[in-house]
């Protein structure tokens, strides 16, 4: 069974603050993603990678960054957090060889005051 | 959500009893995944399509990429089915990222 472990799982931050959420899976997959959720919209893609250093821009990468130093870590990093930026985030992995099923993290909610 | 539309948004079912979901893409899907998000709010992965069937249990999932949709038919539900269902699409020529409907919302009742 694919694992995927975020930390932390709740997190309360201030506004203009650094934020980063992390992601840990241990399934040697080669592409990870970060997503938030919030309702009305849906999940949406705000970064992923193909491997370790490698990241790419998803559908709304506006305010984030990521870093993929390893095949096992990706991070999701707030420079400057922001109210809008109170979320659910997930992360996940998948592996194209395998069919690219993808496999979530508990989730991450984050809130910015 | 415009371009994977999951309908109902909400659906109550008694317990036994069968029902359908649905996914309408106005993009040329490739693949279709279908997730559970529990009341805990896990994402669990329940299927992963290229065009035909897959059966899974009391679950059976189609994807026709020809008429643009999927259907996930749940039978003889029960109350851990209960949760929000949602199907994302790998668009055509755009491999590697998933498009997501906004879900359907189903509650199992005694």
Redesign the interface.
Known sequence: EAAVTQSPRNKVAVTGGKVTLSCNQTNNHNNMYWYRQDTGHGLRLIHYSYGAGSTEKGDIPDGYKASRPSQENFSLILELATPSQTSVYFCASGDRGSAETLYFGSGTRLTVL | ?DKVKQSPSALSLQEGTNSALRCNFSIAAT?V?W?LQNPR?????LF?LVPGTKENGRLKSTFNSKESYSTLHIRDAQLEDSGTY?C?A?AAGNT???I????TTLQVQP
């Open positions: 959500g693949t995944q997730f709010g896990s994402l669990i992965n992963y949602f994302a790998e590697r990222k998933l997501f409907g906004l879900g």
